[in-house]
């Protein structure tokens, strides 16, 4: 068919209409396996609010940058000719690993946001919205620049937020670069959705996305029911879902993100090379952008005033993140994995993978329930309850699970030493994912591995942040 009789045989909205279905099915075809159908949107809602006019609720901008990883063993790598990719020997101190990200430059003043240009972090800052109230109607805007990548000045990539598994009533703020629009360096863009489906999703950027996605331009947003501030199902007024019972009752909430970073490809970008994709291997596999036992060092200071749709760490005069007291290394992986809860309470695991390898996380002694899959209640068509109780997770990229667990009784038995609080393992038990695919008892780091910590009831003060 000729462009010509293309155009004149389909007006716009059998267009609209045809690739429309088809372009959510790419969006999810690759890696992703996690899609949602288009669905009418009321008219009355139509006119809630201009996009463009509104200021954002949150501005982030996509750089490169380095963050730290176990420096021991080294990494030699065979494909490319015997090099050592891990450390990278042209890392600024403390730092060894060379990644593209985000950065949440909310609030920040133009200087200071063009100064955080190579100071990308790793995850990318976790965010969460409102679900649409159709009778109070306001859009959720995320604004994004492009900082450029200091490392590499012959690149000229655009960044995008491709917000996985969200219902977009067009593909323009889909984020897929060839559907809709990407942000080039010195560009400005605001992404305008209304999240109609609460629950736990990823975003990341969709430029060359093996890549930008391996490069660390990933993270985990979620979308509050509207069922929130109900106490009459449970006591909290917090839930994961419009359950319209309280099953999805909570009092804590942590994100529980999956990632990996191959040394190969990341040496091989900030020196100029091409990696070998088929040759890809999970050299180290992170859970909140670190791995242990780092996960368990605290968070940056947060700004917890401005923290109204987003983890928001402190910031230097220069518009710099504030490192972790005594933890300069971990500048850029501001987000602990840290889990602590007091006995009793529910507590709410948002799960999420977007490395390239099948993840099965685990919590050795507490049974989870599953109560939500990819951002979908765990409930028939009819009403029947589909939740199941689980000890292991098992999801691949693209994929997320909501899990609640009730942390048991206190007992400061074995293995708690008078701490404090009994210690239960939250980890990947695919092994080669837990130990970073060291040699048995090679090194002292492992991998995907982190900690429930559960006090005497009363002892923590109720949460007002997720993962704090
Ligand atoms: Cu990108």
């Known amino acids: 068919m000729t462009k010509r009789s293309l155009g004149q045989s389909l007006s716009r909205r059998r267009f609209l209409r045809a690739i429309g279905g088809s372009t959510v099915a790419a969006a999810g075809m690759g890696m992703l396996p996690f899609r949602k159908l288009l669905g009418p949107v009321a008219m009355s809602e ?73 100071k990308a972090q790793h995850n990318a800052p976790l965010f969460w919205a409102d679900q649409f109230d159709p009778a109070n109607p306001k859009n959720f805007i995320v604004q994004l620049t492009n900082l450029g990548l200091a490392q590499r000045p012959d690149l000229f990539d655009a960044h995008t937020i491709h917000w996985h598994g969200f219902r977009n009533v067009i593909t323009f703020f889909d984020g897929e670069p060839t559907g809709s629009v990407a942000v080039m360096t010195g560009r400005i863009f605001q992404y305008v959705y209304r999240p109609r489906d609460p629950g736990t999703y990823m975003f990341h950027c969709h430029v060359e996305d093996t890549e930008h996605v391996h490069m660390g ?85 947060i700004n917890a005033a401005a923290s109204t749709h987003s983890l928001i760490f402190q910031t ?121 695919r060291a040699a048995n008892g090679a090194i002292p780091y492992g991998g995907r591995r982190t900690e429930v910590r559960v006090y005497p009831a009363g002892t923590l003060s109720l949460q007002t942040l997720p993962n704090t």
């Open 46 to 118: 139509a006119n809630a609010q201009t996009p463009g006019t509104a200021a954002p609720d949150l501005f982030f901008a996509g750089t490169d940058g380095w963050i730290f990883l176990p420096p021991e063993p080294a990494i030699v790598s065979a494909s490319l000719g015997g090099v050592t990719t891990h450390p990278d020997d042209l890392a600024p101190e403390p730092f060894n690993t060379y990644i593209f990200g985000f950065r949440n430059v909310t609030g920040l003043d133009p200087t200071q946001i063009a100064n955080q240009k190579n």
């Open 217 to 301: 331009m990933t993270g985990l947003v979620f979308v509050r029911p509207l069922q929130n501030g109900n106490t009459t199902f449970y006591s909290s007024g917090k839930y994961a879902y419009n359950d319209g019972d309280g099953s999805t009752g909570y009092d804590r909430e942590f994100a529980v993100f999956c990632s990996e970073v191959w040394g190969d490809s990341h040496w091989a970008d900030s020196h100029i090379q091409l990696p070998e994709w088929s040759d890809y291997r999970a050299d180290f596999s992170l859970l909140n952008g670190r791995v242990w036992p780092d996960t368990l060092a605290p968070n940056a200071p």
């Open 316 to 436: 230097d005069t220069n518009g710099d993140l504030v490192p972790l007291d005594g933890r300069p290394e971990l500048q850029y992986q501001p987000l602990s994995a840290l889990v602590t809860c007091n006995a009793g309470e529910r507590v709410l695991l948002r799960f999420a993978n977007l490395g390239f390898k099948e993840s099965a996380m685990t919590l050795a002694g507490i049974k989870m329930r599953v109560i939500g899959k990819d951002a979908t209640p765990m409930k028939g068509r009819d009403g029947t309850n589909t939740s199941y109780a689980a000890n292991t997770l098992t999801f691949g990229a693209g994929e997320s699970f909501d899990a609640i667990f009730t942390a048991p009784a206190f007992t400061g038995g074995s293995g708690s030493s008078g701490q404090g609080y009994d210690t239960y393992m939250l980890y990947d038990r695919a092994y080669e994912r837990s130990n970073n």
